[in-house]
């Protein structure tokens, strides 16, 4: 079983940049693909982003396509969420997810383990 830890969330204006980061630990992350997904206040829970376990592929959702950028460091049990030209519609707890999936989900319910997230504020 692996334990997931997210940082990097904070406050930022609009146009700012963060990078979050989602510490792996008890397992390699180099078994799972990865994904991040997002919970604003009153919505449910959605995709944001996930890449397959070498690194080669990468998925976003049509909101975030050219503004975020999703990367992993498997020597580093690491993975990265680069944000980029944010929107205070990007605000929200942003969670990363581990999937024992051979294929590459957008669909939270295939991700089996979950770290406790970290919030992203954007003020306008």
């Known amino acids: 079983q692996v334990q997931l830890v997210e940082s990097g969330g904070g406050l930022v204006q609009a146009g700012g940049s963060l990078r979050l980061a989602c510490a792996a630990s008890?397992?390699?992350?180099?078994?799972?693909?990865m994904g991040w997904f997002r919970q604003a206040p009153g919505k449910d829970r959605e995709f944001v982003a996930a890449?397959?376990?070498?690194?080669?592929?990468?998925y976003y959702s049509d909101d975030v396509k050219g503004r975020f950028t999703i990367s992993r460091d498997n020597a580093k049990n690491t993975v990265y969420l680069q944000l980029n030209s944010l929107k205070p519609e990007d605000t929200a707890v942003y969670y990363c997810?581990?999937?024992?999936?051979?294929?590459?989900?957008?669909?939270?319910?295939?991700?089996?383990?979950w770290g406790q997230g970290t919030q992203v504020t954007v003020s306008s």
């Open positions: 890449i397959t376990r070498s690194g080669g592929s990468t």
């Open positions: 008890g397992r390699s992350l180099s078994t799972y693909n």
């Open positions: 997810a581990a999937s024992v999936s051979w294929a590459i989900s957008t669909d939270w319910g295939t991700y089996a383990y």
